[in-house]
Structure formats: structure tokens, C-alpha cells
């Protein structure tokens, strides 16, 4: 985390590309709950998700974030980052979905403020976008 917060977002990404492969070694997974390693590998993911977003790769990480969720499909800060993902890539009604979802699963204050602001953004791309497409269409005629 402390790479991301300084702006080192290859040396984040390697960092959780080996918490990943450590947490999917035998001998740690037998020492712990499953339940337990899903969640750190959920987080992992979550935490890869914002690197990649804070390099402009939206695509990666929705991919990462949904891997994620997929994992553990109770952890809010994935399904925010995979909300946050799909309005960036301007899917502003599956963001609206998945920021619902993460923002019931936590009650944090700071996640439903992050949630709201995610999605004033996805609505602002998708009316941009339908702005672009007719005037696309006004150019055509």
C-alpha cells in the first residue's frame, strides 16, 4: 500500500502479484481458514484494482476487482472498485449496481460518500457519451 501511496504503482502491482502467489502456496493455506485466505486475496486483488486505476487502466482493473468479488463477494471495497472501474469505462448502470451493492455491504460513511462520488462520475460519462453519440448522429444527417 505504501507503493501506491507514493506514487509506485509497478512496484504495488509486484508486490501483490507475490502476496497472491504466497497466499496460494499449500503450506499457508493449511495454516490458515479459508475463509480467512479468501479475504486476503479478495484484498490482494482490491488493492491491485487501484493501482492499476491510478495509472489509467480501467479495464485491468475492473478484472482485478471482479476476480476479486468473485473470491469473496462480501467485501465492499472490491465491489467499489469494480463500481468505480465500470464508471470510468462509462457502464454508469452497472456501476450504479455495484456501488449499491458495496455500499449496503458497508455502512462506512466514507464508502457510500466514495460510492456517491463514483457515481456522480459515471453519470456525468454517460451523458457525455450520449452528448458525443448525437451529435455523432446530427453530423451524419
Not at 30 to 47: D, F, G, H, K, Y
Not at 125 to 134: G, Q, T, Y
Amino acid at each position: 500500500n505504501a507503493h501506491v501511496q507514493a506514487s509506485r504503482v509497478e512496484d504495488a502491482l509486484r508486490c501483490y502479484g507475490s502476496a497472491l502467489e504466497l497466499l496460494l502456496e499449500p503450506s499457508v493455506v493449511a495454516l490458515q481458514p479459508t475463509a480467512q485466505v479468501a479475504r486476503e486475496q479478495a484484498v490482494c486483488l482490491s488493492n491491485a484494482s487501484l493501482a492499476y486505476g491510478k495509472r489509467g487502466e480501467w479495464r485491468e482493473a475492473l478484472d482485478a476487482a471482479t476476480t476479486a468479488t468473485k473470491i469473496d463477494s462480501t467485501y465492499p471495497k472490491a465491489l467499489h472498485r469494480v463500481g468505480s472501474a465500470l464508471a470510468r469505462l462509462g457502464r454508469a448502470t452497472e456501476a450504479r449496481a455495484a456501488l449499491s451493492r458495496a455500499a449496503a455491504l458497508d455502512g462506512q460513511r466514507s464508502h457510500i460518500e466514495r460510492s456517491t462520488a463514483s457515481l456522480a462520475l459515471a453519470d456525468s460519462i454517460e451523458e457525455l457519451a450520449m452528448s458525443l453519440a448525437h451529435g455523432d448522429e446530427e453530423m451524419m444527417a
